[in-house]
């Protein structure tokens, strides 16, 4: 599936047996989704343990089988009008945005709320909210030596999500959604105490593409300015629980984007963490962990574009799960190939040719220092990449930026043609790794 991840089953499994093989995995009532997924887990843990802070990125995103009538066990998505599979993850990932795989992964259908269900009753049963405190739960207590930081976008913005992070001995930065009372004798709401604030500094960040429901873009990708504000503030207890509730302390840093362009929405982020935030280089260090948060994002494209999870033709929606859950693992890759190609080119140490030799096989350097004009041996990690991109289109003008995961994968796969054909001229199949 890693070869070719935007074909069907019956192309990535040509040999007939090793495909009813597949079939026969992602049919079995007996195999459970998540299990298959375990063994990556196990190993993204331990990649967890070298790192002092590991951010844990959680979302949900909508696998939409609409127009497959044929697929059992589907709730609503969307705004009701679609059909499909609600998938949230928490995904590993570095502050500055490196990706090292799958923390959590769950699917279901969406609870429809029964008629005349009284609020008590909807409190007593799962919620769709509650899956981010699930996932907290799942993951767990970081490895030693380290500390887990859950950050979520406004969904996340629920007490149960801090109070299950407390337990679990992690961090976390929320986007607020909600506008809390507040514990303060001259303000009731927590926009209006925030906003009140002198501003602290300003920060420089980038947001990626965001798109809607239709893939349509609704907003391009920019470079924004924000005003920083922070303070700590002690949250009210929740609407409707005792009064003897004691009320949440946190720490909030509030950044509003300076002259938006014109026709965009400007960007404004209520971050609600767990984190000391006691400087402007506090808050910035939390702004830039919730700006990482947009790597969840190209994974759910990565998933969708990529390997083309919605086109699948299974017909059930646990056989898509099962589905899922290898499709993940191949996605993390995808990505991390882009951060294999970004980290080299940023970080003078890794660009060397011994740091390529020990990693990438000798067939891949022949053919790359081939295309690339130079010697084997002075193949550097940044020639090998530059290279893979070009083969994918990139062109690598100065205003172009670095190549992104789906660039870097359309040349690796124009290469691995190339290096299978150098393998069976040498007679060196049987020593073949995957890149």
Known sequence: MSQSPQQSLPKQCPDWADLKAAYRLLSNGAVDARAIQE???RHVRDACAGHPVVLCVQDTSDLDFTRRTGISGLGKTG???????????ALAVLPGG???????????????????ETRKQRLARWRESSVWADAVAAVGPAPSGCRFVHVGDRHSDCRGTMDQCDRQGAGFVLRAMHDRRVVHEAHERLWELMGALPVAGTADVSVGTQRNGYNRVKRPTRDAKLAV?????????????PKST?????????????????GQEPLEWMLLTSEPVESLADALRVLGW???RWVVEEFHRAEKEGCRLEATQLD?????ARLASIVAVVAVRLLQLRDSARRAQDDPAQDAPHALRSSVPRSWILVVAKLAGVATHDLTPTQFYRTIAKRGGH?????????????????????????????????????????
């Open 395 to 435: 062109l690598g003008r100065k205003g172009d930026g670095p190549p992104g995961w789906k660039t870097l994968w359309r040349g690796w796969q124009d290469i691995s043609l190339m290096v299978a054909g150098v393998e069976l001229a040498l007679g060196n199949d049987a020593g073949r790794r995957s890149g």
């Open 316 to 320: 059930d929606s646990a056989d898509v």
């Open 79 to 89: 705004n009701g009008s679609g059909r499909g599979l609600l998938q949230h993850t």
């Open 246 to 262: 004691p009320g949440r302390s946190v720490f909030v840093v509030y950044a509003s984007e300076i002259d938006p362009p014109a």
């Open 229 to 241: 504000r922070f303070a700590r503030v002690t949250l009210d207890r929740p609407a409707h629980t």
């Open 98 to 116: 490196r990706v090292l795989g799958v923390l959590d992964q769950t699917w279901h259908a969406r609870v429809e709320r029964p008629e005349k």
């Open 290 to 292: 919730y700006a990482d």
């Open 39 to 41: 063994p990556h887990r």
